[in-house]
């Protein structure tokens, strides 16, 4: 059996549609439709079926990811295994990181990691937490930094293991001379006459801020869908907008942007995510110690 063809199934049974599992395998629908047909050819077993205007998988194709994920998990041991008798930390190291975390802590942990271990490859993508995860889970990332806002954790324990990495506190970011801006802490019904700058590359942290602004009594006025934080904190700074941002952002100075604590507050948990049988990994072992200790340094200057 292809393992390829394995991993495309499994996708499938991960994304739901054969045009979810195409975009985590970037690939086309038509050739994970090709790599199923001949995946069901190699084996004459049905692995897929036609469910209203979906594709589901057979009992078959059910029984085969459920081995698949079994081989995937010997196979993450084996390489584990094979590292810890190297005398060096060496290889790839493939990180999957949301923007803001990125940002502030990230690319000094990579720094430190290529200074220590200059054997070490680290190869970084932004990504969502979501997506991280799913990358995660289709052996496309070795680790996946996420929080527990954009993401949903706990759906997958059999698969990964989390590490915390800390903590983070929402604020409000306001125009310096917006006469909320004295303000020592805001609540979300303070803000339903503003305009709302949200970035757009993030669609699960827009759908958050939606739905606090929904439970608050309102529904948010979004006048710029920007493609990047840049370009929220540049509306916020012209008084055209207001947003909301995690600390991680407040890292550095916005000039012309004043931010304001949440009341009651609004904390995101910062997990590392990597699969079960990598724990022992000591590329893995070495990230989780840098990660934490660059975090540790940022989140007590906040």
């Known amino acids: 059996m292809d393992m390829n063809r394995l991993l495309t199934l499994r996708a499938l049974a991960t994304c739901g549609t054969m045009a979810a599992a195409a975009q985590s395998l970037h690939l086309t629908p038509s ?3 090709q790599q199923l047909a001949q995946l069901e050819r190699d084996l004459d077993t049905r692995l897929t079926e ?15 990811v459920r081995h698949t994920e079994r081989i995937m998990g010997v196979l993450d041991e084996a390489k584990a295994e094979l ?20 940002v502030a802590v990230l690319a000094d942990t990579v720094r430190e990691l290529q200074d220590s ?9 932004e990504m ?21 806002l954009a993401a949903d954790p706990g759906g997958r324990h059999d698969a990964y293991d989390l590490l915390p990495v800390g903590q983070d506190v929402l604020h409000v970011l306001l125009p310096s001379d917006h006469p909320l801006a004295t303000r020592a802490s805001l609540r979300v019904v303070d803000l339903r006459d503003a305009a709302w700058a949200l970035d757009s590359t993030s669609s699960s942290f827009g759908a958050f801020i939606a739905g606090l602004c929904r439970r608050a009594g309102f529904e948010p006025r979004i006048n710029a869908h920007c493609s990047g934080f840049g370009m929220v904190a540049a509306m916020v700074a012209s008084g055209c907008s207001i947003s909301l941002a995690s600390g991680l952002r407040l890292i550095k100075p916005l000039p012309g942007v004043t931010a304001v604590r949440l009341r009651p507050e609004i ?3 910062i ?18 110690n840098a990660l934490q200790d660059s975090a540790a340094r940022v989140l007590l200057r906040k």
């Open 31 to 33: 050739a994970i439709s």
């Open 50 to 64: 036609r469910r209203g205007r979906g594709v589901a998988l057979t009992p078959a194709g059910e029984a085969l």
């Open 83 to 102: 590292a810890q008798l190297r005398s060096d930390i060496a290889g790839e190291l493939r990180v999957a990181s949301f923007p803001s975390i990125a």
């Open 117 to 125: 271990h200059p054997h070490l490859r680290i190869v970084v993508q």
């Open 128 to 148: 969502e937490p979501q997506e991280g995860l799913t990358a995660l889970g289709a052996w496309h990332t070795d680790v996946a930094i996420i929080d527990d």
């Open 267 to 269: 904390q995101r948990r």
């Open 271 to 288: 997990l590392l995510a990597y699969r079960k049988g990598e724990r022992q990994h000591p590329a893995v072992q070495a990230f989780v």
